[in-house]
């Protein structure tokens, strides 16, 4: 038979090397419509055989192969091979389909999870068998009775896109013999190497091998002294070796079949009629001999092709030896299986002889889906089930359990929890007794978030208690009492879709199959060895070794101590390794990074699992794994996906090579990771004993080897829980010492109405404002001494009395019935209630120092017990004293936080909890912490100007404060270069004082100080105004000031003598923060240019010293990957304008959108635009590729329809969404789903931030947004290119952008560009170079001409700037004073300017001088007088603000400027003659004032007022009602009265004014940016001032 395709084919399929290689086209966007057969019928005995080519990562599922009887000359070619009928078998995965439906769920390899260049093969035997070869390896019998004509069947699915056709041969000669003495029956299988007294186990396993599989293959001879070999001795001729996959299956089909017929009847070592062994005493003698017969004997000396018989008879006995494999399976097919009933929920579809049970009609039913045992369950009997089918649609997902119903007595309910009698259910975490909750939180794992392919058991004991099994792990009693007969029960509910009953389920079985296997690769594996502990033994020879089944990925080299991604460039996932064998108590697993790649991002993971890789489907992550499973990722610590610990230790990503990961598993259950030798601390608790060590060579480590010397690993620390730790005083979150992690969240267990989202960190009261009570949320762990418990209040509502109750109990949580509110409970609890300290629910005092009810959204409570058992409360970081006294210091406290009345939702700060490790001096080393010491150089030098409390020493080297605690602000003697790291060292603290160190950059220029250090600067850093400056306070981001971020990296509070801590702008304009060399990311963008490093000796710290050096570092190891900025002029160094920045990207990963989709969408331009056709809803998208760490993913808004409300909605989603049937919108996801609507976040529907960024319903047409998930796992938002922030972080790994095209949106398009455009003027980037170097100041380069900013408003349908206009309209002023190109016309409400990107403030002419934005107003642009155009002085004038009235419009508008005649209560007051200062105090305001035509004829002495126009640089005092009255309207349109303001933005010229005070005695600052001594200009200069624009305001 020609090795060749047939011409006809799947419509995707191309042909060529003359129709031997078959290609998928468009293999990214279709993953169907693939199927290729044979030319030719297949020859009896001929093995039709394919390689693969090329695999793609897009698609699940893979290559399938089978044969069929369908002629390929007039068939019908269906999408995929399981949908064939007509007499056709299809190998799928790992199950065998006959005419689409599934025959044999577990059948040889799993086809997909082979990799390109496995060859796959399919074989009609002689005997009418179908056979599946994999690179050469006989699979077994799938099928038997096929019919002679036959035509091979190969179908390129999923991420199969390339086959190529090898050969279509019978097998080779040796493959021939074994196959004829398999018939023939009397050849044996030896293996030498084995220990003495596992001689007859492991021969009987071969041969019963032999006969389940129908052939007969020889393992080559082993040297005894061969320990644990990775391939055979070169002595074996490769004609008869076989490879360690062929031995591995051989083993593994011999022991399945072995216990399955254990399961059925089968002897217990008697494997088939031998008679050397006697069978009475086996496992399962009891219930009959063995199954087996023929040539299969425990010893071979004793041969025979008869019959084997036991010493207890035979009841199954086969006649000859070809009787085998039909003894065996009449054995498993007995009535005593455990099966699935017939009778059985409505919706329920049996298959696989009743082993398989599925709900039909899974999309659109939830329930009736039940299905019952076929007989009581026996005493210790597991009954086990696997999921293989889940829908992403519903809420909740399977229960099992047991009844005393019997099933053909009872008439199903649509859901097992109905039932009110004589029915125990698991359901989600939780057991369920005759349909009402009995225990809230059974175990840890939870049935709703079981993935495809884990396991679910329960055994009831012969003392009648009830256990539950999660992937072979027992959970505990569920019920301590259950009658004697019980049927099992399973609820296919929701979710879950498809489950198989396991018989091979005991997890005894699972360990000896285990060690059988081993001990076949290697004699040595389950001999007792001593353990490599913390002191490691020489001449140990039981090495931990990597196990051979890894991820696709991942190869095993060096005797299986090094894993490695070989094509690490090309992938970065897919590299799961595990050790061979269980990790030993203290025994440590250490690896050594060898080589990394700069691809990605994101780098290795370890931990460890209770998951045998023997039996493990390997993810793609070891993250996605949903159970089992611990794993250190970057510096945080997840348990079975979720994050448990942020901030645990050193950050792995940051690792390079050469440096090492370790981890162990202690006597104590606790569980601990080393970073170069150094422990981390403890990372959890309760870790069961048999876990496997598990490595994930994830992004850009692509190899790593396993460490055997643990010699030189210093002694494990003691866990930190076990005594107080030493907090420093005065400061209560500042701890100096210590390695704890900061790992304080909210407990699982809470009150009925709390919510716990946020990995733990943010509880919140659903349903607020129908419920006020019934929130209470505890800690998960007891405080220790002076530790710090502090929350942020996050959202209020303005309905109920009473707010926020905080205090401390010594009830643990697993014992608190929580009460309605936490007063209530009358022991062992102290609480603060509005000023009341209550202890047991009895008032101890009134009036303590703060009010809880007067707390408003944004502050901060603290509380903290003393080691001397004083209760202290904390309001925004400030100790209001003590509150009580007496509390237990030999208890136990946890921190309680009632969520009453008016509060509604906090979170955990990053002051709570012990101190950072990586703040740790005795955890720093050299490889954890790189550290760079100056470089050769000019070291850095303070400058001369400093706070009044300041000495420099050691030539401007060093800086100490001499007394108080502030007045020590500092500044570098120079400007900042690019990437330059400023860096100093802590050389002396002082306890008596709280709060700490802070640093930043400064566009305040030291030089400009006053020479006198008493004046000029502010006592503290946060108070510094004068210029913009960037700090970082505690971990508190500040600009000038003003909260800009919290929770940024470790607390500077935390710092002690001998750290370190530097500041760099980057190139990307950004500042950095760096601790102990250590880049904690970007603390804040849009930094100007020209800028000093600038340091406050505040509180604790009172003395450091410079250790950086003016000449750049090498920063290659120390800066983390960030977007970074271009410019467009080549040869200017300055950065672009604010607006036209253009993001460099690395090269992108193209992403384009996937085929699966909500129902209205239509897809087009290869798949890059995506539109929705009808209806409102059912718009959702998500991209077809996950989208990579710091890559940005950008798509315009094409097409908006006004018809409707509302419009849509982004984020991203953390599963694949292959199989994702998606809701009508995207609120609706309730899993593993961040999502920005509006202007708020929200994680699995629920809210977790507002006010985030513009609000998304007022995007325009055009609009470019885009979504980006930096190294840190922070989600940003980008609009027209400009970064939003972080909208939420631990998003994981891998992820996929999603967005719903809702309401108003109706078609968006994928930018595709590398370099996209950062808001720009229509569209378009402003050159650098077209600017003149007078234009650039500090970094902000902006158009200072006199005509109007050629910006656009990028909202088009802005509902504000259209009343504005309204209003403007009624003003019936004349269109020639206004600018005819509307586009000139901007509104700064507060989404259109955060659309823009616009920052608050500006610097404008020359010398340049600061002005706000008016935000908040709309500008309406004026027309220039022509002859102005020409002009070239009014390039260097200054912009300001003048407030005016109604009346006074029209006359400023004639005179084209402000004049003194102005009838504004603003604009125009008389002015004595100038005194020292520059200008007098106002007389009282007048609107009719002195005429200068008048005075020139009047006598000059008389002169001695003159006329002044009031002017102020920002709206917010121009605006104010004294100066702009407010008007009263009725909108035309609505038909609302509105009140509207009016005002003038305005050029001043320099010079022609001067800077004064504000005349309302205000005592609080009008405007953060602009002091209360200069926020107004004054001007008395005729033709000083130039209309710029018409400024208005509505209510």
Known sequence: MAAELHPRSGKLIGLSNSNRTAQRNQPVQEFNHGLVLSREPLRDRDVFTVRIDKKVNSWSGSVEIGVTALDPACLDFPSSATGLKGGSWIVSGCSVLRDGRSVLEEYGRDLDQLAEGDR??????????????????????????????????????????????????????????????????????????????????????????????????????????????????????????????????????????????????????DLGGGTGTDSGTGGRGDRGSSSGGGAVNSNSSNSDSGAGTGNTGSTNNSPGGGAGLGAVTSGMMTNDALLFHEKCGTLIKLSNNNKTAERRRPLDEFNNGVVMTNRPLRHNEMFEIRIDKLVDKWSGSIEIGVTTHNPNNLDYPATMTNLRSGTIMMSGCGILTNGKGTRREYCEFSLDELQEGDHIGLMHKASGALHFYINGIDQGVAAAQTPPMVYGVVDLYGMAVKVTIVHNHNHSDRLRRNNAIMRALSPDVGRPRPALSLTSDPDATDRLLFHTNCGQKAAIISEGRTALRPHATDDFNHGVVLSGRPLRSNEVFQVRIDKMVDKWAGSIEIGVTTHNPAYLQLPSTMTNLRSGTWMMTGNGVMHNGTTILDEYGHNLDRLKAGDTVGVVRKEDGSLHFFVNGVAQGPAAWNIPPSVYAVVDLYGQAAQATIMDDMADLPPLPEDSSEGPTVM??????????????????FHQLHGANAVITNGGRTALR????????????????????????????QKMVDRWSGSIEAGVTSIRPEELEFPNTMTDIDYDTWMLSGTAIMQDGNTMRNNYGCDLDSLTTGSRIGMMRSATGDLHYYINGVDQGVACTGLPPDKEVYAVIDLYGQC?????????????????????????????????????????????????????????????????????????????????????????????????????????????????????????????TWLLAGS???????????????????????????????????????????????????????????????????AVSIVSSSVLEDAESIKAPSLSSDSCSDGDEDSPPVGSTKLALVPNTVMAFLENHGKNIQLSNQNLTAARVSSYNQGLLVTAQ????????????????????????????????????????????????????????????????????????????????????????????????????????????????????????????????????????????????????????????????????PEVNPNKTCEYQALCSRFKDLLTLPDGYFNEDAKYNLCYCESCHKLRGDEAYYKRGEPPRDYALPFGWCRFALRI?????????????????????????????????????????????????????????????????PDRERDRDRDRDRDKEVPRVQLSPTMRYSGLEMFAPKVQFRDPRSHCCHQAQVGFQVCVRPGSYKVGPQNLGASEPLDPRFSNTEIEWITKEQGGTLLYGLLIRVE
């Open 1036 to 1102: 508190e981001v500040r600009r000038n000031g003003v909260l800009q971020r919290q929770n940024y990296g470790a607390s500077l509070d935390r710092l002690t003598v001998g750290n370190r801590v530097g500041v760099k702008r980057c190139s990307d304009d950004t500042m950095h923060v760096f601790i102990d060399g250590e880049d904690m990311g970007t603390a804040a963008t849009a930094v100007a240019k020209n800028v000093y490093a600038v340091l406050d000796l505040y509180g604790r710290v009172t």
């Open 120 to 269: 796959v093969g399919i074989q009609r035997s002689a005997r009418g068998e179908l056979h599946l070869w994999v690179n050469g390896h006989d699979c077994g019998a799938a099928a038997s009775g096929l019919p002679t004509r036959l035509w091979a069947v190969v179908d390129l699915y999923g991420k199969c896109t390339q086959v190529t056709v090898v050969s279509c041969e019978p097998p080779s000669s040796m493959e021939r013999d074994t196959e004829r003495e398999t018939v023939e029956g009397h050849e044996e299988v030896v293996v030498c190497g084995v220990r003495e007294g596992d001689t007859e186990d492991l021969t009987s396993v071969v041969n019963l091998a032999a006969v389940t599989n129908g052939t007969t293959e020889e393992v080559p001879e082993l040297p005894p002294t061969h320990n644990r070999p990775d391939k055979f001795p070169n002595n074996i001729e490769p004609e008869t070796a076989l490879t360690e996959h062929q031995l591995f299956d051989v083993f593994n089909n011999a022991i399945v079949s072995l216990y399955r017929s254990e399961d059925e009847g089968g002897g217990g070592r």
């Open 728 to 745: 420093s005083p005065g400061s209560p979150c500042s701890v100096a010492g210590g390695n704890s992690a900061n790992d304080l969240r």
């Open 904 to 1028: 509604v939702q906090v979170s955990i700060t990053s002051s709570s909890g012990p101190l950072d490790n990586s703040l740790c001096t005795s955890n720093i080393t050299e490889k954890s912490f790189p550290i760079h010491s100056p470089v050769a150089g000019v070291a850095h030098r303070l400058h001369s100007k400093h706070g009044k409390n300041v000495v420099l020493l050691g030539e401007g080297c060093q800086a100490v404060r001499v007394g108080g605690y502030a007045h020590g602000i500092v500044f570098s003697a120079k400007e900042l270069k690019t990437d330059e790291l400023f860096e100093v060292k802590i050389d002396e603290i002082d306890n008596q004082w709280s709060g700490s160190l802070h640093m930043g950059l400064t566009s305040l220029a030291p030089p400009e100080l006053p020479s006198c250090p008493m004046s000029g600067l502010s006592p503290t850093l946060t108070q510094l105004r004068a210029k913009v």
């Open 1425 to 1489: 007088k022509p002859h102005c155009e020409v002009s070239s002085a009014f390039k260097k004038w200054h912009i300001a603000y003048h407030g005016t009235s109604v009346g006074a419009l029209r006359r400023t508008l004639d005179h084209a400027q402000l004049l003194s005649g102005t009838s504004s209560i603003f604009s125009v007051s008389p002015a004595k003659m100038e005194g020292p200062n520059g200008y007098s105090e106002p007389e009282e305001n007048s609107n009719s004032l």
């Open 1186 to 1349: 996950p989208l990579p760490r710091q890559q940005l993913f950008q798509f315009q808004i094409d097409r908006l329809n006004p018809s409707w409300t509302s419009s849509l909605s982004l984020g991203v989603i953390g599963h694949s969404p292959d199989r994702l049937n998606f809701p009508s919108t995207a609120c609706c996801l309730k899993r593993s789903a961040w999502l920005l609507q509006r202007d708020s976040v929200f994680h699995n529907s629920l809210k977790i931030c507002e006010n985030y960024g513009p609000n998304l319903d007022t995007c325009p047409e055009g609009t470019v947004l885009g979504l980006l998930v930096d190294g840190n796992s922070c989600l940003h938002l980008h609009v027209n290119g400009m970064d939003q922030g972080v909208a939420a972080q631990d998003i994981p790994t891998p992820c996929y952008p999603l967005i719903d095209l809702y309401g108003q949106c109706e078609q968006v398009t994928i930018v595709t560009d590398n370099v996209p455009t950062v808001g720009g003027e229509s569209g378009e980037a402003r050159c650098q170079g077209d600017m003149e170097k007078a234009d650039m100041v500090d970094g902000i380069k902006e158009s200072v001409c006199w005509t109007p900013l």
């Open 766 to 793: 659903q349903n607020c404002r129908s419920e006020f009570n019934d929130a209470i949320v505890i800690s998960n762990r007891c405080l220790r001494d002076g530790e710090l418990f502090e929350i942020v209040i």
